[in-house]
């Protein structure tokens, strides 16, 4: 799941600074479960803009807001409004903010900051479990993803800097590596760790990247 988190409002405000008339678009999906992009939050957000001034013409709850062909099919409702609105004020990632401002002429500002992909532990409780980085190492780590749970993203074993099972880097953070070789001796696979593995290729995780399922 994309996890987000609502930019201060004085940013949002300034963003809308010389803008009087606004849209407002929201998202179904992780926005709405991380609490800064469904219903609830678009219409909070509707009431804070009105008393500082703002007009809300209108708002959509996008189902997600990511999906090119829906949202613009979505966007239709708002028709008229966007055509008098001076901007849009985005409730969802940066992926589902850029996709809105694809579709329309009107300026988008994002009301959210995107921070990363995340599992969710519990409601209000997200831990960053992926980065995407286009390589997936986790079917000999023992499920442990080393390029995100490590701070230096090594592929190659712990780097000696732990201390008391603590990374060096954050000791708020357990060392990836050894949570890596704790699972791996309780599957009787530490065999996976005397392999040296290749430096990773960040030729295949340059931005932005594109995938078309209809050329596999």
Not at 40 to 53: D, F, H, I, P, T
Not at 125 to 131: F, I, L, P, T
Request: with cysteine; hydrophobic share 35%; glycine share 8%.
């Amino acid at each position: 799941m994309i996890i987000s988190e609502k930019k201060p409002f004085e940013e949002v405000i300034d963003y809308l600074k010389d803008s009087q008339k606004v849209v407002l678009t929201g998202c179904s999906l992780c926005a709405s479960t991380c609490k800064v992009g469904g219903e609830e939050e678009v219409l909070a957000m509707k009431a804070k803009l009105e008393e500082n001034g703002k007009t809300v013409l209108g708002y959509k709850i996008l189902d997600p807001s990511c999906n090119l062909l829906k949202t613009r099919k979505d966007l239709k409702a708002l028709k008229d409004e966007l055509k008098e609105a001076d901007a849009v004020l985005s409730l969802a990632c940066g992926d589902g903010t850029q996709t809105v401002a694809k579709l329309v002429k009107n300026s988008v500002y994002p009301a959210n900051n995107t921070l990363f992909i995340g599992e969710v532990e519990r409601v209000g409780q997200y831990a960053e479990a992926c980065r995407a980085c286009g390589s997936c190492q986790l079917g000999w780590t023992g499920g442990i993803c080393p390029v995100t749970m490590c701070a230096k993203g090594l592929l190659n074993g712990a780097c000696g800097g732990a201390r008391d099972g603590k990374c060096e880097v954050d000791p708020e953070n357990d060392c990836a590596w050894i949570a890596i070789y704790n699972k791996l001796k309780e599957q009787d696979k530490l065999e996976n760790l005397v392999e040296i593995r290749e430096p990773r290729d960040y030729q295949i995780s340059a931005h932005p990247r594109k995938i078309d399922l209809k050329d596999k």
